[in-house]
């Protein structure tokens, strides 16, 4: 069996954690020949974690079922991407080490690159009061302190970006090209 990991992507909402893992999944994939599972933050909202608000508690307890999920596909050595804000660092190195076999990526972007991207109008609601606890408004994250990969998604292409995790992947050994 192959090697399984996860790939933890972490950032604010419009900093691109959704684009990149979408093209590095595709990439390893088709280059790679991998199966591919991603857990999306959007996606898992909608079904595993439907219910669940955004308190600190609910937060918690959402990425907990993410990291769940995680380690059982990574110990059946799927290529396995989350993409979820999981502002809270003492939360995700509980997901470090559920899963074992982790690579942090911050997706690094400015605040305000993100709210004027505001790719789901949610940061002009956030700002309107229309939505409280909103991450990085009224709502705390807490930048990695360790990551095996940063983005400066507002500095490199995404393309720039899916090739720095790629790299690491195969520095790590998780990925090699007779896979
Ligand atoms: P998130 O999943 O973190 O909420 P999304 O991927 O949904 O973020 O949105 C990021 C937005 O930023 C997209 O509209 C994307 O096209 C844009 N963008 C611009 N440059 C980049 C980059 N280098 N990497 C990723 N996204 C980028």
């Known amino acids: 069996m192959q090697k399984g990991f996860t790939l933890w992507f972490t950032g604010l909402s419009g900093a691109g954690k959704t684009t990149v893992s979408q093209m590095v999944a595709k990439m390893i994939r088709e ?7 991603i ?7 909608t079904n595993l974690s439907k219910g669940l608000g955004f308190s600190k508690e609910d937060r918690d307890t959402n990425i907990l079922r ?3 999920v995680a380690s059982l ?3 059946n050595g799927v290529a396995t991407i989350t993409a979820a804000i999981s502002p809270y660092r003492n939360i995700r190195s509980r997901a470090r080490e559920m899963i074992g076999n982790f690579v942090e990526i911050y997706v690094d972007c400015p605040l305000e690159v993100c709210e004027k991207r505001d790719v789901k109008g949610l940061y002009a609601r956030a700002r309107a009061g229309e939505i409280k ?16 990969v940063s983005i400066k998604t507002h500095e490199e292409s995404p393309e720039e970006c ?7 992947l195969i520095e790590m050994g998780y990925l090699t090209d007779n896979n």
Do not use: M, Q, S
């Open 31 to 37: 280059k790679y020949n991998r199966n591919v599972e």
């Open 39 to 45: 857990l999306d933050g959007d996606v898992v909202r």
């Open 66 to 68: 993410i990291a769940f």
């Open 73 to 75: 596909l990574t110990r």
């Open 133 to 148: 606890a909103f991450t990085g408004i009224d709502d705390p994250y807490e930048p990695p302190e360790n990551p095996e």
């Open 162 to 168: 899916a090739g720095k995790v790629i790299n690491k």
